[in-house]
Nanobody, 125 residues
Framework: QEKLLESGGGSVQAGGSLRLSCAASGFSFPAVSMAWFRQAAEKKREGVAAIYTNDGSTYYADSVKGRFTISQDDALTTFYLQMNDLKPEDSGMYYC??????????????????WGPGTQVTVSS
């Protein structure tokens, strides 16, 4: 059974850092890409960052460029999101997601077939 599990969320003050991890298990073959999405209260889920597993190419939302870094381990079983210089507007539930087929923009939520339960990030001013 394919499973994703996030960890590393928490509460920090503005300017602080957090590192999120996403452990993938049960996949018969590596995902085409892995992404981090977030959802704040009463807002739509939005793409934060994505990494394509074959070549390590990365993509970021404009709001996090230069502050967040997505990465993967060599075994392609754990994915990370390093978040620096956090801002209150970064608060929300963060989800990792796996996309098993190529095509379409990385931000298209419905292209991702597996999702983790999420980890909460709260940034106070």
């Amino acid at each position: 059974q394919e499973k994703l599990l996030e960890s590393g969320g928490g509460s920090v003050q503005a300017g602080g850092s957090l590192r999120l991890s996403c452990a993938a298990s049960g996949f018969s073959f590596p995902a085409v890409s892995m992404a981090w999405f977030r959802q704040a209260a009463e807002k739509k889920r939005e793409g934060v960052a994505a990494i394509y597993t074959n070549d390590g190419s990365t993509y970021y939302a404009d709001s996090v460029k230069g502050r967040f870094t997505i990465s993967q381990d060599d075994a392609l079983t754990t994915f990370y999101l390093q978040m620096n210089d956090l801002k209150p507007e970064d608060s929300g539930m963060y989800y990792c997601a796996a996309k098993m087929a190529s095509g379409g923009p990385w931000t298209y939520i419905h292209a991702y077939s597996s999702w983790g339960p999420g980890t909460q990030v709260t940034v106070s001013s």
